[in-house]
């Protein structure tokens, strides 16, 4: 990969990880307004929405973007 290439894919990153944590603010907020039988599904899409941004961030370390 060249140097643009490298750019370009940090750059995707970041803006992945920007709209991941907008989800992760949203779900959080829907935390408090669900029924507590619709809790679990949100609290297992923070999780998932957690891990995806662990994994988004680590590719930005790998780009030298942390």
């Known amino acids: ?3 643009e ?8 990153l970041e803006a ?7 989800t992760l603010s949203i779900l959080r ?5 669900v029924t507590p039988g619709e809790r679990v599904h949100v609290a ?3 999780k998932d929405t957690r ?7 680590v590719g930005l370390m790998l780009h030298g973007r942390a």
């Open 1 to 3: 990969m060249g140097h």
């Open 5 to 12: 290439e490298l750019s370009t894919a940090a750059d995707l």
């Open 16 to 22: 992945q990880l920007f709209g991941l944590e907008e």
């Open 29 to 33: 907020e829907e935390l408090t307004a």
């Open 44 to 46: 297992r899409s923070i």
């Open 51 to 57: 891990l995806r941004i662990a994994k988004v961030r």
